[in-house]
């Protein structure tokens, strides 16, 4: 059973941090990337970041590159978001998702991820 599980959103004021962490369990693992999404409210939900099992490539939104980093640990099968120089734009439930193959890492569309998380809502106030 796949299982993805999301922490560490809260509150934070525009030019603040945050890193989100994301545990993978069951078939997640042989997913072959990981991607991070975000959905505000009454908006759709949207590509942020994702980086492949191996590490060896990521890939981010416009609008978050230079800002957010993504990166994994495959011994404690963990992915992680870290997110600095945040603006109130960024408020959304920032979702993982197990993106099992390569196109889905380079066409990362949300209709076709295998896997969510519950998500974790993160909130910056200007």
């Known amino acids: 059973q796949e299982q993805l599980v999301e922490s560490g959103g809260g509150s934070v004021q525009a030019g603040g941090s945050l890193t989100l962490s994301c545990a993978a369990s069951?078939?997640?693992?042989?997913?072959?990337?990981m991607g991070w999404f975000r959905q505000a409210p009454g908006k759709e939900r949207n590509f942020v970041a994702g980086?492949?099992?191996?590490?060896?490539?990521?890939r981010y939104a416009d609008s978050v590159k230079g800002r957010f980093t993504v990166s994994g640990d495959n011994a404690k099968n963990m992915v992680y978001l870290q997110m600095n120089s945040l603006k109130p734009e960024d408020t959304a439930v920032y979702y993982c998702?197990?993106?099992?193959?390569?196109?889905?890492?380079?066409?990362?569309?949300?209709?076709?991820?295998?896997?969510w998380g519950q998500g974790t809502q993160v909130t910056v106030s200007s």
């Open positions: 998702a197990a993106l099992t193959t390569y196109y889905q890492f380079s066409n990362p569309n949300p209709a076709n991820v295998a896997a």
């Open positions: 069951g078939r997640t693992f042989s997913s072959y990337a």
């Open positions: 980086i492949t099992r191996s590490g060896s490539s990521t």
